[in-house]
């Protein structure tokens, strides 16, 4: 099924292709993404100034718009920056409108950042791409090519250490396998962290074998959309120390720091 849109709000392929959130967007050609999500998988081409076109499942088109969240106003988020009292956000704003936070599925992002430590971007698609070959269902797309859809918790954990390292997990694998039997067991329960208080989210992640706060925070954003969780990597800390020696301003910026922190870590990367 093909279907065309027109996205008036803020939406730029290319910047929520390289922002750092999703790691299963492939580029086809210079207007077209493929684009896996879950079991599910979307063409979606750039036809005109503001107008999409949306290749998949004849049923899907709902949680495509739902995953893209374009129910919510993005020009709105951006008109909230003052650009006399916050000069470095509103020209990072500027610069990066167009990204989104996408609604992404919680396992698979408690799983793809577990795998971000200390990798690059190209490395995490590798290894998340690995895995996906090594234990998720192969499917068909509506072009007729196949893609394997992200594994489960039970096929996750049923691979086992061997399996795993075979993926250029390292010592990623033994993190993977807990994250899995937490799930498993319903010690960690991420649909009910989706409506959870955000000290609450921070504190179950963190209890995982092998996350910590930036990894947690990055759970939060991408997985369970609190937006305004506020992952704090390398990048980050150079804006925090470089932008805001005097603190950064959260309460005033609430609820929206992880749009936010999303334009500042383009942004930064951009230009140094």
């Known amino acids: 099924m093909k279907k065309r849109l ?8 290319d910047l929520i292709a390289e922002s750092g959130q999703c790691f299963r967007w492939d580029k086809v050609d210079d207007d ?3 684009v896996i999500h879950g079991e599910d998988c979307l063409y979606l081409s750039r036809e005109g100034p503001k107008t999409y076109c ?7 088109l709902g949680s495509w718009e739902d995953y893209l969240d374009l129910g919510e106003d993005y020009s709105s988020i951006r008109g909230r920056i003052d650009a006399d009292r916050d000069p470095f956000l509103h020209a990072a704003a500027e610069d990066q409108k167009g990204i989104r936070i996408l609604r992404q599925d919680p396992w698979e992002m408690l799983i793809t950042f577990i795998i971000s430590q200390n990798k690059n971007i190209p490395g995490i698609k590798r290894c998340v791409e690995s895995l996906c070959r090594a234990a998720g269902d192969e499917r068909v797309d509506v072009r007729g090519e196949r893609y394997f859809a992200f594994p489960g918790p039970k096929a996750t954990a049923d691979l086992g250490h061997e399996i795993l390292r075979s993926c250029s997990l390292g010592y990623r694998c033994d993190y993977i396998l807990a994250a899995a039997e937490a799930v498993l067991s319903k010690d960690l329960d991420l649909e009910a962290l989706k409506d959870a208080e955000e000290a609450e989210t921070i504190e179950r992640l963190t209890s995982i074998h092998g996350v910590g706060p930036k990894v947690a925070n990055c759970i939060s ?5 609190h937006i305004d969780a506020f992952p704090v990597d390398v990048w980050i800390k150079r804006i925090l120390d470089a932008e805001y020696p005097d603190g950064y301003p959260a309460e005033e910026y609430s609820p929206y720091n992880g749009v936010y922190q999303q334009y500042m870590f383009a942004y930064y990367r951009k230009n140094h």
């Open 54 to 60: 949306f290749e998949c499942g004849e049923d899907a």
């Open 32 to 34: 077209t993404y493929r």
């Open 221 to 225: 954003l991408f997985g369970l959309h």
């Open 6 to 13: 027109k996205i008036k709000d803020d939406f730029d392929m």
